[in-house]
């Protein structure tokens, strides 16, 4: 269980690579990496978007893909070819008018640093890096790729009395 007040949590942003999709990515013929998606995080976001949070994608991954499959859930804001993330992650939480104790930030590695202590509830994979896994205020149980973003969605809708609580939740 993640040890916050899951009630303030108004957003949460999410690195790719790691976290939504494992690490390990098969490359096809043309060099190009092609990813995995858990089907429990896809509803769990799709979910969070109709229940009112503000999700976003912050990846250094290049994928038209990526962007194809976020939308298709509802997510608006995805952001891809994130060189540095802490500029983008700012920018989105100036926009949503979100303040650090408002937004999660799930991320694996070192990249993902300075977003993780940039914002009040930052969450780890269990396979991430270790630098990152020390810097986390939440590690959860669950690897990346196999449901990290439904753990933590899950979490912060029981809190705010936003999970299963209509008909709507049933379906997609």
């Not at 690490?23 to 013929?29: A, D, N, V």
């Not at 229940?51 to 962007?67: F, H, P, V």
């Not at 926009?95 to 590695?109: I, R, T």
Request: net charge negative; charged share 20%; aromatic share 8%.
């Amino acid at each position: 269980m993640i040890s916050y007040d899951l009630k303030l949590i108004r957003a949460v942003a999410f690195d790719v690579d790691g976290v939504l999709s494992p690490s390990t990515i098969p490359l096809g013929p043309d060099g190009m990496p092609s990813r995995m998606v858990n089907i429990k995080d896809g509803y769990a976001m799709q979910l969070a978007v109709k229940r009112g949070l503000k999700l976003a994608i912050i990846t250094g991954a290049d994928s038209e893909a990526i962007a194809v499959r976020y939308r298709a859930l509802g997510v608006s804001d995805i952001y891809l070819r994130a060189s540095s993330k802490l500029p983008i992650l700012h920018q989105w939480m100036e926009l949503h008018h979100l303040e650090p104790y408002e937004v999660a930030y799930l991320g694996d590695d070192i990249p993902d640093l300075p977003c993780m202590q940039a914002v009040d509830l930052s969450v780890a994979p269990a396979d991430a890096a270790l630098e990152i896994r020390q810097a986390a205020r939440y590690v959860s149980p669950i690897v990346g790729g196999y449901g990290v973003g439904r753990d933590v969605l899950e979490q912060v809708m029981k809190a705010k009395g936003l999970w299963m609580n209509n008909v709507e939740a049933f379906g997609w």
